[in-house]
Nanobody, 123 residues
Framework: QLQASGGGLVQAGVSLRLSCTIS????????VGWFRQAPGEERKFVAG????????TYADSVKGRFTVSRDGALKMVWLQMNSLKPEDTAVYYC??????????????????WGLGTLVTVSS
């Protein structure tokens, strides 16, 4: 139901925008989160947004550089990534959760996951 896209190979310092397409909104799709998984590491929360109110939450590592947004009519969520660093290299996933009032950072709170998109940032 979700598909992330927009990844690629970029140099440090540039910007990249990831897209998450939601094919079908359900009654329990109330927030969308972005996660990333670097080689050999656990999948970690990056940013997320509640569907109705647009409340945003960010991991400390991306605050001030990444911006999450959504369009209900298009059923899409974007992750604008600026000032990319080599440590941002990872496979990025979008996921849907049922929380309406906040964006959880725990992977367990998300029940729908899309295929990831690889972001590689070279130094």
């Amino acid at each position: 139901q979700l598909q992330a896209s927009g990844g690629g190979l970029v140099q440090a310092g540039v910007s990249l925008r990831l897209s998450c397409t939601i094919s079908q909104l359900t009654t329990d799709t109330n927030c969308v989160g972005w996660f990333r998984q670097a080689p050999g590491e656990e999948r970690k929360f990056v940013a997320g947004i509640t569907w109705r109110s647009g409340r945003r939450t960010y991991a400390d590592s991306v605050k001030g550089r990444f911006t999450v947004s959504r369009d209900g009519a298009l059923k899409m969520v974007w992750l604008q990534m600026n000032s990319l660093k080599p440590e941002d290299t990872a496979v990025y996933y979008c996921a849907a959760g049922s929380n309406s009032y906040s964006v959880p950072s725990s992977r367990d709170a998300y029940h729908y996951w899309g295929l990831g998109t690889l972001v590689t940032v070279s130094s």
